[in-house]
């Protein structure tokens, strides 16, 4: 399967998968309160596909446009209902039940946040080890005295076991904090406090990636350029490379390591390399030439061979971390939260102009990361379909005419002044919220086609 169609499937699946839990959750909450369904729906516009199931005959359909999806319930604002049938009308519900409807889509990205990551750790995950590479020049992690092989122990005082838990922190610290003391040791079980000035992350807007901008870099051991694996119908094996060789020189630069064959290799898409390698104790020559394929929208090249480390590399850079089924589910219940008020942290930034507006990521980005992310593995791909899903249960939260929590909005004011809101100002809210979406979704789509313009 082609780069292109591997990352929209990764994307149609996520999207997927987020829009039926979330319609779900109304669905059920409906059928709790007695509501009668007429009809769910993943997309918009005309069906391409229905059938009519349950006692209710609901429509389940799928249309045209993917982007979203609807339950729609029988309401007597929206067509004549009988007699009989009244009482099974949305608009007749109590007001303390159409909040829960309404809620309860929004609730349901958050419980699957939830189950996603307790499956993750109670099953166990395999993570980068915090280890960092050395710092790049002039950068705060630099100046804080940060070396090339240290392990970041804790964080502002808390303790971290892998990369993603030191990256998570240090967001966190960056949103309330100029400085975070990085506890830390080096190879020799040497511990010392390295102080990193974390400022430069707000005052960029917080555009890009906050790790990159502080210098940091994931460790990577010297390995020597020794083949292991060679792919079947690779440009190695095309070449008749095997397992085992060491590589000497390439187009007679001398090569000393892993890091150097993989530099060299992806700067020569398509491009015949003259390889020198060392086999059974004899000199041989031959060509190569690096299949070009496309990564995030840069051509790079590969010839389809790992190198040969027995593992021992991975062993010392991978931790695997789970939990009992019990503290899993308060961590996994702890993530959720703590991604949710960052979330709803960030949008209060990007409103009061602390955090840039070009960091909001349109469906082309997000399909990008999906595809990403599912090539990295399955553990990978199910925490980035439970990131998206927590933050398109934050985003519906707002109050915002036209989403979940503009209506909450709504139910909210009909409690305060004892009767509901005038059909004109709901028509009104409705048309201003249909417009900040609009607006939002071409400012999405803007950001998307500058990152595949002048990215890379």
């Known amino acids: 399967m082609s780069g292109f169609f591997y990352y929209l499937a990764a994307f149609a699946l996520v999207l997927g998968i987020l829009v039926i839990v979330h319609e779900f959750g109304h669905y ?8 009668k369904v007429l009809r769910f729906s993943v997309g918009f516009g005309r069906p391409l596909w229905s059938r009519r199931w349950g006692r209710d005959r609901t429509e389940w359909a799928i249309a045209a446009f993917p982007l979203g999806g609807y339950v729609k319930m029988l309401d007597e604002r929206e067509g004549e209902v009988a007699a009989e049938e009244l009482h099974r009308s949305f608009n ?11 809620a309860a889509g929004p609730a349901a990205n958050f419980v699957l946040a939830v189950l996603i990551y307790w499956g993750l750790f109670w099953h166990g995950t395999e993570e980068f080890k915090p280890i960092l590479g050395r710092p790049a ?6 100046a804080a005295g940060l070396q090339d092989g240290e ?10 076991q892998t990369w993603q838990e030191m990256r998570w922190l240090l967001l966190q610290r960056a949103a309330e904090q100029d400085q975070v003391d990085l506890e830390v040791i080096n190879a020799a079980n040497e511990i010392a406090i390295r102080r990193l000035d974390v400022s430069s992350v707000r005052r960029s807007g917080w555009e890009g990636d906050a790790l990159d901008q502080l210098g940091f870099g994931l460790y990577r051991p010297r390995l020597p350029p020794v083949l292991g694996k060679i792919n079947v119908n690779s440009a190695a094996e095309a070449a008749g490379l095997r397992s085992g060789d060491e590589i ?5 630069q001398v090569i000393d390591s ?3 064959v993989v530099r060299v290799v992806r700067q020569s898409p398509a491009k015949t390399l003259r390889v020198e390698v060392l086999r059974d104790g004899a000199h041989i020559e031959m060509s190569v030439t690096p299949v070009a394929v496309d990564e995030r929208g840069s051509t790079i090249g590969r010839i389809g061979a790992a ?7 991975r062993a010392a850079l991978m931790i695997t971390v789970s939990y009992g089924p019990w503290s899993a589910f308060r961590k996994a219940v702890g993530e959720t939260w703590d991604k ?4 709803l942290l960030m949008i209060g930034k990007m409103v009061t102009g602390e955090v840039s507006w070009r960091n909001i990521s349109g469906p082309v980005s997000i399909a990008d990361y999906a595809g990403q992310s599912a090539r990295l593995g399955v553990d990978y791909y199910l925490k980035f379909l439970a990131l998206v899903s927590i933050s398109l249960g934050v985003l519906n939260l707002l109050p915002i005419p036209i989403l979940d929590g503009g209506h909450l909005l709504y139910y909210l004011v009909e409690i305060i002044k004892r009767g509901p809101v005038s059909e004109r100002t709901m028509e009104i809210g409705q048309q201003i919220g249909l417009t900040f979406l609009l607006m939002l979704m071409a400012f999405a789509f803007y950001n998307d086609i500058n990152r595949l313009l002048f990215s890379g």
């Not at 020049?137 to 630099?142: K, N, R, V």
């Not at 392990?151 to 971290?160: F, H, I, P, R, T």
């Not at 000497?248 to 007679?252: N, R, T, V």
């Open 151 to 160: 392990q970041v122990l804790q964080v502002g005082g808390e303790k971290v």
């Open 92 to 102: 007749r519900q109590p007001v303390r039940w159409r909040m829960v409807i309404v």
């Open 137 to 142: 020049i002039a950068s705060p992690a630099a």
């Open 258 to 260: 892993w890091a150097e």
């Open 307 to 313: 190198v040969s480390d027995h593992g021992q590399a």
């Open 340 to 343: 949710s008020v960052f979330t």
């Open 248 to 252: 000497l020189s390439i187009d007679k």
């Open 28 to 35: 059920l909450a409906a059928r709790w309160a007695g509501v």
